[in-house]
């Protein structure tokens, strides 16, 4: 029975130790993914910035996470919150603008986050949109990302989700199928400090040390009640 139950241990601390080194290994390549994608969207913003006039006829791909500077008027009245979007950790409305173009065409535009008022559910934020010419500066990016929602995507400012296709057909605009998200400081009721879609590699590289810490401990510990504390059992005492 000994025998059983030693090889019985030892086939579970090494089960366990290679799992959990595994996993630390696991967390640690998807740091490093993390960190060359960072990479990668930094050189594509550092890149001259995309001509308005690219984005109508382009694919997405080649444009993504590029810098764009643009001239138009704001389509104030199709203005959009996109509700339960969150920003330093809290709940509010990213809002969504189609600018028309000097020359000629329209973008959508995700200008900011603005805060909720949880007493008054219904009640819009107090953002300000310039009247005439304005210059917006951003990066392409997706259309805005969507969430789980319950019913139909509706036709209210407040909305969980916008499908392109069908804002489309409501606005009469001729959207391209990208967005342009708005950089700069905080103005006009919005701020912009958006997450990065490369950030968080640290907790992956604190994950990956916490996995491969319970490895040792396990193998450590597999050490010690199998081999050293059995003969400091069967010593005698001086």
Not at 16 to 40: C, I, M, P, S, Y
Not at 67 to 93: A, C, I, Y
């Amino acid at each position: 029975m000994r025998a059983f139950a030693f090889w019985a241990i030892t086939v579970v601390a090494a089960l366990a130790v290679a799992a959990t080194a595994a996993l630390g290994f696991w967390q640690l390549g998807r740091g490093r993914d993390k960190d060359a994608l960072q990479a990668a969207i930094e050189a594509r913003e550092a890149l001259p910035a995309v001509p308005p006039e690219a984005m109508s006829g382009t694919e997405l791909p080649p444009l993504m996470h590029r810098s764009v500077v643009l001239r138009g008027t704001w389509d104030e009245r199709h203005t959009v919150f996109l509700d339960n979007r969150q920003m330093h950790g809290r709940v509010g409305f990213y809002v969504v603008t189609p600018l028309k173009l000097e020359g000629g065409g329209a973008v959508l535009v995700q200008r900011g986050w603005a805060p909720r008022d949880f007493m008054q559910r219904e009640k819009l934020p107090a953002v300000q949109t310039p009247p005439g010419v304005v210059e917006v500066r951003g990066r392409i990016a997706p259309p805005p990302a969507r969430l789980y929602q319950f019913g139909g995507a509706g036709a209210a400012a407040i909305r969980q989700n916008l499908d392109l296709d069908s804002f489309r057909a409501e606005t009469g605009l001729p959207l391209p199928e990208l967005a342009v998200v708005q950089n700069g400081a905080a103005s006009e009721g919005l701020l912009r400090d958006w997450p990065r879609a490369g950030s968080g590699s640290e907790k992956n590289y604190g994950y990956a040390f916490q996995w491969w810490a319970l490895s040792a401990l396990i193998a450590i510990l597999y050490v010690w009640f199998q081999f050293i504390a059995p003969r400091r059992r069967k010593v005698p005492p001086a």
